[in-house]
């Protein structure tokens, strides 16, 4: 082999072994995955973020019941609801409509003196029971011999023993009072609405006397009651006029500054009296109306009241004495609706308030013959109600809600990798109630800082199918996408308050009157898809 | 409140080291009996008319990736960094994809012939076997995140079972006129393991198409000895803290297997050969060894405000995902306890025919009994040019259950007493390894007296 051979063998044998070596080195150095790093993309994650059951019973206890402490919904047997608007429960205890005196004095310028009871106008007593307050007989003694003697009111008698009390004078002794005595537990039987008082006076030798009068002509006798108190009172009532009771109820249904078309089905006014007065009442209607939206007077008329010529009235039911109906309490309800009102037109200008003024008349009939009581526990109560069974139509009918935001649990999203978010809001509506809502963002100071839709409110709840009761029959899901920048999503994150405004529409475009039930319900859920760049530093 | 979107970075790179394992089935140096580190793949194999052989380092590495994804897929360059990049890969996964890979390195070993036609060896080789089966959904889900996946349930359950250890062998040959048999026992020296458990290897995420709720389910469990010692789930991620993986030449881990091999030649031309390794490989894990489990079920559905709150407004929109619940799920309970891993059972079988002075035909075969992977098995028929004392050229057709087109090659120099050759299954991924969804290769070099 000659040298340039060998020279070349070596060289291709060297050269051979250098790219074994190369091929096996970059086929098995590590450097490359050792050293890497997460490589920069974008990841999607999504994950929910809350679920709600709203009862619409609830809602509507919100909506409608948020400012009068008055309302009241009532869920009846089938579920369906009823909104009572009521007004204040006019009491009248017949003590303050029938005042009877309660102290007063009776001079005795003879042994024996008839003094009339002293009753409200109309009223005579032929019996009485008192339960309170003091009898005192005040004697002066004019002579300078003892005077011995009782004095008596044979008209009271307690348990059957009369009012009757023995008084011993001394010789020129003035102002001498015996007493006082707790008339408690004291009847008053008197056939010709008078008090007897009377005494009889002894001199020593037992001559019988009338203690004289004063020079001037002032009796040296009287008789003195206090604070006398009647627990029962018997007798005749004639007519007599006086006032009962004037109220507002409002119809805040109809007053959210929102607008919106309601019609109710047979809409309803109560007015109910609890009457335990013993003897006729009259309701004299002085005035009811309700007041349109721009104020204006909407008369209830109809023909659930009597009419004498001049007003509206009603003749209360009440505890008859012939009857026997001591203690009982008779109670009138008076109903004005579609059928014998026009509350059903008025209801349709949506009213916002109803006022009435009623006045009561005793013995209306002026009957002579007439024997009533009342006692310290008779009361007449009258109340007026608006009924409601939520029953009808709406239209974008408005309501508002604040709630508080707090949206800490996203700052570990490390919103400078968020590239986008999309919230998904689910509704599985049971009620047959459209629901077209905007949220606006606010931040601490109230201000709007953006709004949950870009192009205005969205229907986030359509209606349930409803059947021919117009009630609900299945569950109507919406899917609802809000996409949302990762700018926009940063300056929400940072509001503290959502505030949200809802137009409440019935089924089929508020064509058709619904029933809504106090079962009725929808699931509102909410899940969010963040898109974020993912990267290995 | 934590960070629901915290990359699982740890899980990433737990992903990645089973995916940067590649591999291959050493066929090709199979067919080579005269190179010094064909003795690994039959005991019987000794180079003919060599007293001494002081073999040195040897690497091979043999790995397959059942769909067709490669390093470079997967391992991008951006600007002066590399980066681990799914965006390529997921579309090219199958729903369920096979990872597996071995890989050796005979760091020393000897052979002496005796007198008495007696062959000796001893050894000290390095091996880490991993067959990991894992679904598409895994790295999708890693990557992508759920969002994608709205409306579907992710089974994310991975299966391994990954070995590393220590091979320490002695070996015996005999030749008895045309027939040489060989025999070797190796000490094994476990340095770190990680296997699933086939009982329990479910887990799975849905994201509901409703408003997104998490269903997370997980029936999960896997032993592991010297790679992880503590999972922490804590803030949603996932980190695993896994063991310092400094090599020892020795551990409580311990284990034996054997290797048997046959040699016979027919005649001047025609010789034939067949081996069984690692025969009742087991290795016996008590060093550092746990067993983790996952198991339980959980809904996250968001908070659920009371609606009436809600209407009043008494309540507020409290944003809090409070997903720090679902470390109830997937946290992982360790408990201490020894456990045994099988070495996969490999067996070679071959034929050569020489073609005159300088070429060679031949025919050999492969099966791999493998745990979570299942078989495989290669076939392939090869020629070998011997254009000079000094080196050899060799070429193999194989096949094997992932591909039909294995075209393989090896070089080997023997300047003096050095031996050194390259030697791949398959041409185009030696030569590019790092875009090819298969790697085979092994290299070495040995001195022979």
């Known amino acids: 082999m000659n040298p340039k051979t060998m020279f070349s063998k070596h060289i291709l044998r060297s050269f051979l072994l250098l790219l074994l070596s190369c091929i096996a080195w970059q086929a098995c150095k590590k450097s490359d995955f050792e050293q890497a790093e997460l490589g920069d993309h974008t990841a999607e994650f999504a994950f929910p973020l809350f679920t709600t059951d709203l009862k619409l ?16 919904i009532f869920i009846n047997p089938d579920n369906t609801m009823t909104l009572f608007y009521s007004g204040d429960v006019a009491q009248k205890p017949a003590t303050d409509i029938f005042k009877f005196i309660e102290s007063g004095l009776v001079p005795l310028s003879s042994d024996t003196v008839s003094n009339p009871i002293q009753t409200p106008n109309g009223v005579s007593i032929s019996q009485a029971k008192l339960s309170g307050g003091t009898m005192s007989f005040v004697f002066s003694n004019p002579l300078s011999d003892t005077i011995t003697g009782f004095f008596e009111i044979p008209e009271l008698n307690r348990n059957g023993e009369g009012f009757k009390h023995p008084f011993i004078l001394l010789p020129n002794e003035q102002n001498r009072v015996f007493g006082s005595f707790d008339m408690n537990g004291y009847e008053l039987n008197s056939s010709s609405n008078t008090l007897t008082f009377q005494y009889a006076a002894y001199l020593p030798n037992g001559t019988k006397i009338k203690v004289p009068n004063q020079a001037n002509g002032f009796p040296n006798v009287f008789a ?28 805040d249904i109809n007053q959210t500054d929102l607008r919106g078309d309601i019609k109710v089905v ?76 026009n509350i ?22 002026l009957d002579p013959n007439l024997i009533g009581f009342m006692t310290d526990q008779s009361v007449l109560g009258l109340q007026m109600r608006v009924e409601l069974v939520l029953e009808g139509s709406a239209k974008n009918f408005g309501a508002e809600q604040t709630l508080d935001l707090n949206f800490d649990g996203f700052g570990s999203l490390d919103s400078a990798n968020i590239e986008s978010v999309e919230f998904k809001l689910v509704s599985e509506n049971g009620t047959p109630v459209d629901i077209n809502a905007q949220i606006y963002f606010r931040d601490e100071a109230g201000t709007d800082i953006d709004s949950l839709f870009d192009a205005g409110a969205k229907n986030i709840l359509n209606a349930a199918p409803v059947n021919n009761q117009g009630i609900a029959s299945g569950v109507t899901r919406t899917e609802t996408f809000i996409p949302m920048t990762a700018a926009r999503f940063d300056r929400i994150r940072t509001t503290k308050t959502a505030f949200m405004k809802a137009y409440f529409t019935t089924a089929q475009g508020g064509t058709i009157p619904v029933k809504l039930l106090a079962d009725n319900s929808s699931t509102v859920k909410l899940g969010i898809k963040v898109k974020k760049r993912l990267t290995g530093e | 409140m934590v960070n629901i979107l915290k990359p699982c970075k740890t899980a990433f790179l737990v992903f990645f080291c089973a995916l940067r394992l590649s591999a291959q089935q050493e066929l090709m140096l199979h067919t080579m009996s005269d190179v010094w580190h064909s003795n ?15 073999g040195l380092p040897g690497f091979g590495i043999d790995a397959v990736h059942s769909s067709p994804i490669t390093f470079n897929d997967v391992f991008v360059k951006e600007g002066g960094r590399t980066t681990v990049n799914f965006s390529n890969i997921i579309d090219q996964l199958d729903p369920i994809n096979e990872l597996y890979f071995d890989q050796r390195y005979d760091i020393a070993n000897l052979g002496v012939r005796l007198p008495g036609k007696i062959m000796l060896t001893a050894g000290y080789a390095n091996r880490l076997s991993a067959n990991i089966v894992y679904p598409k959904a895994l790295p999708a889900l890693l990557w992508n995140g759920n969002g994608p996946y709205v409306g579907q349930t992710l089974e994310l359950g991975v299966k391994a079972d990954v070995a590393d250890w220590n091979e320490w062998s002695i070996g015996l040959g005999k030749q008895f006129g045309p027939l040489t048999v060989g025999l070797r026992a190796k000490y094994l020296t476990g340095i770190s393991s990680l296997l699933t458990d086939p009982n329990h290897q479910f887990t799975a995420v849905s994201t509901s198409s409703d408003i997104y709720q998490l269903t997370l389910e997980t029936d999960y469990a896997f032993y592991s000895s010297s790679i992880i010692s503590a999972i922490d789930t804590a803030g949603l991620g996932v980190d695993i803290t896994v063991v310092d993986q400094a090599k020892k030449l020795f551990s409580k881990n311990t284990g034996k297997s054997f290797d048997v091999g046959i040699q016979y030649k027919v005649n001047d031309r025609l010789t034939l050969d067949a081996s069984v390794l690692d025969l009742g490989g087991k290795i016996k894990w008590n060093n550092q060894a746990n067993y983790f489990s996952s198991h339980g079920s959980y809904v996250y559905e968001g908070q659920t405000l009371p609606g009436i709150d809600f209407i009043n407004g008494v309540d507020s929109l409290d944003f809090d995902t409070k997903l720090d619940t679902i470390n109830d799920i997937f946290n992982f309970t360790k408990t201490a306890g020894e456990y045994s891993t099988a070495l996969p059972l490999r067996a070679y079988f071959g034929s050569s025919f020489k073609v005159g002075k300088r ?30 004392n000094w080196v050899s050229l060799g070429a193999m057709y194989s096949l094997n259950q992932r591909s039909v087109a294995n075209l393989g090659f090896h070089l080997m120099l023997k300047p003096g007493p050095v031996q050194v050759y390259l030697a791949s299954d398959n041409l185009l991924n030696a030569v590019s390894v790092k875009n090819s969804a298969a790697v085979n290769i092994r290299a070495g070099i040995s001195l022979i007296l």
């Open chain 1, 266 to 341: 047979n809409p309803k006014v109560t007015m109910r009296v609890r009457n335990s007065w013993g003897f006729p009442t009259r309701g004299i209607i002085k005035y009811l109306s309700f007041i349109g939206q721009n104020g204006e007077e909407l008369q209830l008329q109809g023909t659930a009241f009597q009419n004498d010529g001049t007003n509206d009235y009603a003749d209360f039911a009440y505890p008859s004495f012939i009857a026997g109906e001591l203690g009982q309490e008779k109670i009138t309800d008076i109903y004005m609706d579609e059928s014998n009102s």
């Open chain 2, 359 to 388: 070429w060679v035909v031949g025919l050999s075969g492969y099966v791999n009994h493998r745990g979570v992977v299942g078989n495989t098995y290669a076939v392939g028929g090869s020629i070998r040019w011997k254009p000079k």
């Open chain 1, 224 to 251: 003195v009651f206090l604070n006398l108190k009647f627990s029962y009172v018997q007798g005749y009532w004639g007519y007599q006029l006086y006032p009962l009771t004037r109220d507002t109820i409002e119809i």
């Open chain 1, 57 to 72: 019973k609830d809602l509507l206890f919100n909506v409608l019941n948020d400012t009068l402490s008055g309302d009241t």
């Open chain 2, 40 to 54: 690994t793949t039959n005991p019987a194999f000794f180079p003919e008319n060599k007293k001494f052989i002081l």
């Open chain 1, 344 to 365: 059903a037109d008025i209801f349709n200008l949506q009213p916002t308030r109803l006022v009435y003024e009623v006045d009561g008349v005793s013995n209306a009939q």
